[in-house]
């Protein structure tokens, strides 16, 4: 069974340029989250979607982030403009139902310049 | 808010020997995970807690939770260098489904 995958994996821009990040979840996966993780940090959500729905977004910077779940499987995280501070990993997770054991992607390592 | 604290962040310990990683946690939570992740890699899931008393063995890992407590314990037994790593304990909050993580310990194993 495939993984979370995400891409891309790496991503190098200057700053107040734009810069979106895409994941697919497993399949069959209702709830899927966007964490951010600080070097030398544990992750901390971003958002959180059931199905298409983003039922937690309460992290999440809204004045320069934004993110979708279109038809409910794929999502795209976005940030524009970008500013140094957001360099860091962005990690997707997916979960079959809320509060069911979440399974990580590879993550997006975005270095902002 | 949520607090997760783990403890030590930082271990070095030599090959053979055995040692207790502890995650403590501030509010009522019946689900407890831990993770593996190795440098530029992601998050490998290694136990899932889902009551007080549960316990669970991988290998040389051996995890556990108390919930009255509030205190989850990762357990080497016989450390090996492949153990070298960052371990993370994540606590699912009951009305928020999201995971509140731990700062993580960076493991060492030393010949």
């Known amino acids: 069974e495939a993984g979370v995958v995400q891409s891309p994996r790496y991503k190098i821009i200057e700053k107040k340029q734009p810069v979106a990040f895409w994941c697919n979840p497993i399949?069959?996966?209702?709830?899927l989250y966007w964490y951010l993780q600080n070097l030398g940090q544990g992750p901390e959500l971003l958002i959180r979607?059931?199905?298409?729905?983003?039922?937690?977004d309460s992290q999440l910077p809204k004045d320069r982030f934004s993110a979708e779940r279109l038809k409910g499987v794929d999502s795209t995280l976005k940030i524009q403009p970008a500013e140094l501070g957001d360099s860091a990993v962005y990690l997707c997770?997916?979960?079959?139902?809320?509060?069911?054991?979440?399974?990580f992607g590879p993550g997006t390592r975005l270095t902002v310049l | 808010e949520l607090k997760v604290e783990q403890n030590p962040l930082f271990l070095s310990m030599q090959e053979g020997k055995n040692y207790t990683i502890y995650c403590n946690y501030s509010t009522t939570s019946d689900r407890l995970y831990w993770y593996r992740q190795d440098p530029g890699k992601s998050l490998e899931s290694l136990f899932v807690l889902l009551s007080n008393g549960a316990v669970k063995q991988e290998g040389r890992l051996m995890a556990s939770l108390d919930t009255k407590a509030r205190l989850s314990t990762l357990h080497i037994t016989a450390a090996v260098h492949d153990l070298s790593a960052t371990y993370f304990c994540?606590?699912?909050?009951?009305?928020?489904?999201?995971?509140?993580f731990g700062k993580g310990t960076s493991l060492l194993v030393t010949p």
């Open positions: 979607y059931e199905n298409e729905e983003a039922v937690d």
């Open positions: 399949s069959g996966h209702n709830t």
């Open positions: 997770a997916s979960s079959y139902s809320p509060g069911t054991e979440q399974f």
């Open positions: 994540a606590v699912d909050e009951n009305s928020g489904y999201a995971l509140n």
